[in-house]
């Protein structure tokens, strides 16, 4: 079960790259309508995945893959100057690929349903 320094920690790197991204990053592959999805932050708040979902297709999704591998280590800095904790996570990004899976799932049930 997840502590509430875990949930905090999430919260708080959610909100701030978020707004990195929007006001921070003038790389031309943040351009693209992102969505900062959730994030999990291991127990010692060590990591942090980030996963996030590009609205406008796989070449949009490639292109923001692309510009996350160039600035995570900005991004992490940025985030070290706003948090007043010892250790400042590593972060991963990770395409958010939830919704499509759920759809997918929703589907299979909808057939197996009609049948």
């Given at each position: 079960m997840k502590g509430h320094r875990?949930?905090?920690?999430?919260?708080?790197?959610?909100?701030?790259?978020?707004?990195?991204?929007?006001e921070e990053i003038s790389d031309p592959a943040f351009k693209e309508m992102?969505?900062?999805s959730r994030v999990e932050v291991s127990p010692d708040l060590k990591h942090a995945r980030v996963y996030?979902?590009?609205?406008g297709g796989e070449e949009a999704e490639a292109l923001v893959a692309q510009g996350f591998k160039r600035a995570s280590s900005?991004?992490?800095?940025l985030i070290a100057k706003r948090l007043y904790t010892k250790f400042v996570p590593e972060i991963d990004f990770i395409p958010d690929k939830r919704t499509e899976e759920e759809a997918r799932?929703?589907?299979l049930f909808a057939r197996i349903?009609?049948?």
């Open positions: 875990d949930r905090r920690m999430a919260d708080f790197i959610q909100e701030e790259i978020s707004q990195i991204i929007r992102i969505t900062i996030y979902q590009v609205h900005y991004i992490r800095r799932l929703e589907e349903r009609h049948e």
